[in-house]
């Protein structure tokens, strides 16, 4: 580290002075364990010791206390950015060790924060837990009237957002609520108190905030106002966090657009020659310390402007890297970040052994936003536009674009260097290019988004250069499995299943689809077969599915003219397509079925995307011999004789599985899902519910099938059908791109 430096001017000034004269001279001290170049190595390096410093020396708040959520906002956008699982685990499990519920006073701003953390992580999981408390909370205080004034008496801030950082707090929170329900209460609550607040604190003849009402009439020592330097930066970065959740045509988007604009050139104006912002804005002379936490907020919404073309890159990038490398100055050896303001409401000394965990939260966050800038600037860019033409919110929904539109719209893109941005949310999305026809050439690229109801979101497509973004583990699986008598398996984020193989043909089996119910997100296939042991649950999952010889969950068969069931045998060979990240395809050739004078075979492909409980099927028959009569089923597995669906329409057909309720392991919902156009009927015989696929053996045939457990998705017999109206809905409503 660096000895403390003093400026030139001040040293030449102290030339001859007592000890005693010496002690009154201010001391900025800073370290070297970082390098401040703006490359991706060195941001990596740097904010990854500064989170890890972080997490290995936790704060002594709880963790839904607002002063923990400002540093769950900072490392949730760590973890996007760098793909890496232990934060993503990190962040999962103070979510889950809090139960996902909010700060117990529920009208109270702060205590709203960590609704952020909770739906961040419901964004990707779907898991109805994630979101209810948050969801209560917050549907409780829209439904309050909010007709008080502001003015900072009888505990105000217990019930309105009366103080500028509550912006940070509160707000957000709502915005996220509506891209996860897509229920517009809650972002069009959010627009009202944002504007009665900004109204009330925000001066527009300074462009700043004032802390709260008490402050109206603060002076600081040299006469100016008194504006709070991380108050103004929990309005500005606030801002940010709220425009990623709303849509472009919202109708008070530019009003928020404008403020944020009007903010920056103020704030910019303001910086100081070594990169900081002083605690106090506007007296920068009584507080001499390059404040961390305000400077990194102040960054962050800086870099968040320029990467989503709403600030000049000319104008404010190179604020945005003066205030770096003050930042990166201010990190200890060790990964502490120093200079951080304790709590407070008002500007406060500071020095460089003081640090606070949403100080952290801020320089991530701008970490992030640096590194999304490095990867855009050596990137090729074009626009595309997706639409959720239906009135349902659609999460982690899979895209699907023609690669002529793709090549057209960006002729430098390839395989290897295709990239997605959401630029509403900033993220970089994981892609998967596939070639439908195996003709060795791409046909399309595929991505995965969420959708509010009827929103057209925009997309940069990406032609990536030497930089590129980081992803999260590929949580697809498709693969044989001879170490276990040759299974097949498969799975997604959400459900896993298997078929048999050759090796347990001579045990009689057949060719049934099994379900294997994951409770958790991330990959399970691989460890349970490693370990063998995943008939009861080990805290991820289990198999508890009863598959037989029959034809389990959406397995395929046929019926002979008298309605007898043969079910297919083990597949006899396989060959794997994709294999992820947004979606997983493989092909089974089964051997013949005798049915009568008809020899049957059968070759079956099986597609399955991120995000869903369901597969989807398509197979082809070559028939020898007359097969007058004999159709084609997919089938349910029934444990009591001619049980009839839990679930029916037109579109689906569900059966409520009662194999592990006995074990106390819940239900396992499984179904079948029609293509669009094709009217569903289903036929009972003693151990099936079946849906006939086709009358014609010489024509291909195609359905949807799946599993839900009711243990891990909150599904329960009377909601079942209620989720398959929504899996229906899905499949046959793909989102529309241009």
Not at 34 to 57: E, H, M
Not at 483 to 502: C, I, L, Q, S, T
């Amino acid at each position: 580290m660096k000895l403390p430096y003093i400026a030139l001017a001040v040293v030449q000034f102290c030339v001859g002075l007592q000890a005693s004269d010496l002690a009154v001279i201010k001391v900025i001290q800073e370290s070297d364990a970082f390098s401040p170049t703006q490359d991706l190595a060195s941001i990596d390096k740097v904010t990854r010791a500064v989170a890890d410093w972080q997490i290995a020396n936790p704060y002594k708040q709880p963790d839904w206390d607002w002063t923990e959520a400002a540093l769950w906002t900072g490392l949730t956008a760590h973890a996007d950015i760098t793909g890496d699982k232990k934060y993503e685990d990190y962040l999962k499990n103070i979510s889950a060790g809090i139960e996902f519920k909010l700060g117990p006073r529920k009208g109270f701003g702060d205590d709203h924060c960590v609704g952020q953390l909770h739906l961040w992580n419901y964004l990707r999981d779907e898991k109805s837990q994630q979101l209810t408390a948050t969801y209560d909370v917050m549907s409780d205080y829209v439904n309050r009237p909010h007709d008080e004034d502001l003015l900072w008496v009888n505990q105000i801030s217990m019930r309105e957002w009366a103080w500028c950082d509550a912006l940070y707090m509160s707000p957000p929170t709502l915005a996220a609520l509506y891209s996860a329900t897509g229920e517009d209460r809650f972002l069009d609550a959010m627009d009202g108190l944002w504007w009665k607040t900004t109204d009330y604190l925000y001066n527009t003849e300074e462009d700043l905030f004032f802390r709260d009402s008490r402050y109206f009439k603060s002076k600081e020592d040299n006469g100016a106002n008194m504006y709070w330097s991380r108050g103004n930066g929990w309005v500005f970065a606030g801002l940010c966090h709220v425009m990623q959740h709303m849509p472009d045509d919202y109708p008070s988007r530019p009003k928020y657009v404008a403020l944020f604009k009007e903010m920056a050139a103020k704030l910019k104006s303001l910086q100081l020659a070594d990169g900081s912002w002083r605690a106090s804005l506007l007296d920068p002379d009584s507080y001499t310390a390059p404040e961390s936490s305000g400077t990194a907020f102040f960054a962050y919404g800086f870099m968040w402007g320029v990467n989503n073309g709403i600030l000049s890159e000319e104008e404010y990038q190179p604020s945005v890297m003066r205030a770096w490398r003050r930042l990166v100055k201010n990190v200890h050896g060790d990964g502490k970040l120093g200079y951080v303001q304790p709590i407070g409401e008002n500007p406060k000394k500071v020095n460089f052994d003081m640090t606070a965990v949403y100080g952290v939260g801020g320089f991530l966050q701008l970490g992030c936003e640096l590194r999304t800038y490095l990867i855009l600037q050596g990137s090729q860019q074009a626009s595309i536009s997706a639409t959720n033409a239906s009135s349902r919110v659609r999460l982690n929904e899979v895209v699907t674009v023609s690669w002529d539109v793709v090549s057209n719209k960006l002729p430098m893109a390839n395989v290897t260097n295709i990239g997605v941005r959401d630029t509403v949310r900033g993220h970089f999305l994981p892609v998967q290019v596939v070639d439908e026809d195996r003709d060795g050439k791409p046909d399309a690229l595929l991505f995965s988004s969420d959708f509010t109801p009827n929103e057209k979101r925009k997309f940069q497509l990406l032609a990536f250069g030497e930089n590129r973004p980081s992803y999260g583990e590929n949580q697809l699986t498709a693969r044989f499995v001879p170490e276990r008598k040759d299974d097949f398996a498969w799975e997604n984020d959400r459900v896993a299943f298997r078929v048999y193989g050759p090796a347990l043909a001579a045990e009689n089996a057949r060719g049934g689809v099994d379900v294997w119910t994951k409770s958790v997100r991330t990959p399970v296939v691989n460890t349970w077969y490693k370990n063998d042991d995943y008939h009861s649950d080990n805290g991820t999952g289990l198999d508890g599915y009863k598959v037989g010889s029959g034809l389990g969950c959406g397995g395929l068969g046929y019926l002979d003219a008298s309605g007898k069931l043969f079910t297919s045998p083990v597949f006899e060979s396989y060959k794997v397509l994709e294999s992820g990240p947004v979606r997983l395809k493989f092909e089974l050739k089964y051997g013949a079925v005798e049915i009568g004078e008809a020899k049957i075979t059968e070759k079956r492909t099986i597609t399955m995307n991120a995000g869903s409980h369901a597969f989807h099927v398509s197979s082809r028959f070559s028939v020898e011999g007359d097969s007058k009569g004999i159709r084609p089923v997919a089938g349910l597995a029934v444990r009591k004789p001619k049980s009839k669906p839990a679930a029916f329409s037109g579109s689906f057909l569900g059966y409520w599985d009662p194999v592990m309720s006995d074990g106390g392991n819940g239900h396992i919902g499984t179904f079948i899902l029609s293509q669009k156009g094709a009217p569903l009927n289903y036929k009972t015989n003693k151990n099936h519910i079946l849906k006939v696929l086709s009358t014609n053996l010489n024509k291909p045939v195609g359905y949807h099938a799946g599993a839900i457990w009711s243990k891990a998705e909150s599904v329960e017999k009377k909601s079942f059908d209620n989720s398959l109206y929504e899996l229906s809905h899905i499949v046959t409503n793909p989102i529309a791109v241009k």
